[in-house]
């Protein structure tokens, strides 16, 4: 899954802070593979959320998950638009260990 988000002129950095806290958290709920945050090198206020689930319960827990409805309620402030979230499935092989 890709989440985007673009935050509010001013509002850079509470959503940066925001985001972070939030995948500190998802990264110790069970089934997450990863979940890694990018920010544009082009838009410094545009961001997205890289994350892998073992399973499609796995990721039906995290939405229900406090931690994400609590950065829900404090995006809404932070954000231009809400979140841009798109399902994506995986069709090459995964990258194997050195």
């Not at 082009?42 to 229900?64: D, Y």
Request: glycine share 4%; charged share 20%.
């Amino acid at each position: 899954m890709i989440a985007c988000v673009t935050a509010e002129a001013g509002h850079q950095q509470q959503l940066r802070d925001a985001l972070l806290d939030l995948v500190t958290s998802t990264r110790t709920e069970a089934g997450c593979i990863n979940y890694d945050l990018h920010q544009s090198e082009e838009n410094s206020n545009e961001f997205a959320i890289h994350e892998n689930w073992e399973s499609a319960a796995n990721l039906t827990t995290h939405a229900k998950s406090v931690h994400l409805q609590t950065f829900t309620r404090i995006a809404g402030d932070l954000l231009v638009s809400p979140a841009q979230i798109k399902k994506w499935k995986m069709i090459s092989e995964p990258q194997k260990s050195p």
